[in-house]
């Protein structure tokens, strides 16, 4: 995030698919921490430019379309930047727009075709912003 903080840009956007591994004892990893680390770092970096979209928040996995051959996240993440998330339509996706598309449509996907109660949460992290952290909900 330092290279990415020392990069000129009025905004700049890291989109994180990594939330596969929910623990692995043999790594020492009781919980997957990743989104919370995540979440410090980008706090760490304060730079009011940074965003990151994870593909998930803490306690939750990112799940993987079979029939995709890829992450759920990754499907429409992919789906909205070819202009799925152009919500006003005026041909311009905006982050906003892209973040409620990719939410809304996780989010869904997982209730529908997930396991009972699982949940995936993408999350919008502003490294502008310190101590708050934005849960993408529908």
């Given at each position: 995030?330092?290279?990415?903080?020392?990069?000129?840009?009025?905004?700049?956007?890291?989109?994180?698919?990594?939330?596969?591994?929910?623990?692995?004892?043999?790594?020492?990893?009781?919980?997957?921490?990743?989104?919370?680390?995540?979440?410090?770092?980008v706090q760490a970096c304060d730079d009011p430019n940074l965003w990151v979209l994870t593909a998930n928040s803490l306690l939750e996995v990112s799940h993987v379309w079979e029939a995709q051959k890829r992450s759920v996240f990754g499907h429409f993440v992919a789906e909205g930047l070819k202009g799925e998330a152009d919500a006003n339509r005026d041909r311009k996706i905006d982050l906003a727009e892209l973040s409620q598309f990719v939410s809304t449509n996780v989010s869904a996907w997982v209730e529908k075709f997930g396991d009972k109660g699982e949940t995936q949460t993408p999350a919008l992290l502003h490294g502008g912003e310190r101590g708050e952290r934005d849960h993408l909900c529908a």
């Open positions: 995030l330092d290279q990415i903080k020392d990069c000129p840009g009025k905004l700049k956007l890291v989109i994180l698919d990594a939330g596969r591994i929910p623990s692995d004892a043999r790594l020492g990893m009781v919980f997957n921490e990743f989104p919370l680390l995540v979440e410090q770092a």
